[in-house]
């Protein structure tokens, strides 16, 4: 990465948050999505003991319903409110990338935190492996992050893009949510350490796959006129 861009991409960030301090509404959705999800399984198995299984199972759920219903409003927003066209002359398309990408690990992260704390104290369900479950929640939000922000960019300029961003997003991201949920599951239960470890790396290799191409697949997305 050369220095000219980290002014740029400094500058996106700087108008991401700015702009999330005006509406606060990608932050609110990403919350009540989580939060509603997180509640609603809770609910569902009160009472109940949960195996360490389900409940990294559900945490992640909760994890990715957040990423997909808010994150891909990252372009998606752009082109609707006629700000496009006016990004692409101001930043050049890996600067615009990597400051919309950072802002959304940002709020991806402080996402994760809340709703594994959230989860944990509603269900009751014990951790093993603080340090596994946090690497893990770290690693899967830098994936989502940077796998989102790249569907956002992909469906901005079509039809219907509520069911495209599902329909393209999901499929990309079931090998995250299996590596996640197994890593999480040992990180809960303190069984299979090695098994854990191994799916906690998993994430992070997916993590550097998607943000070592994603940027260029970005770019020839973003240059089309």
Known sequence: MSSPWMPEIGAVIRKEVCTELRSKSATFTAFM???VT??????????RELTSEAASGMLWAALLFAGVG?????????EEQGTGDLLRMWARPHAVYWGKVSFA???MSGTAGLVALLFLVLTGVGVSNYAMLLLTLLGGSAA????VTLV?????????RGTLAGVVALPLLIPLVALGVTAGRSALDGLAPTAG?????GVWLYTLLVLATAP?????VWSEP
């Open 197 to 201: 470890w191994s799916s906690c790396a």
């Open 70 to 78: 808010t994150l891909t409003r990252a372009f998606v927003a752009e």
């Open 152 to 160: 956002s960019a992909l469906i901005s300029r079509g039809n219907n």
């Open 144 to 147: 989502l992050a940077g796998m």
């Open 38 to 47: 997180v509640f609603t399984l809770a609910f569902a198995f009160y009472g």
């Open 105 to 107: 690990f940002l709020q």
């Open 216 to 220: 260029y697949q970005f770019a020839a």
């Open 33 to 35: 999505l989580s939060g």
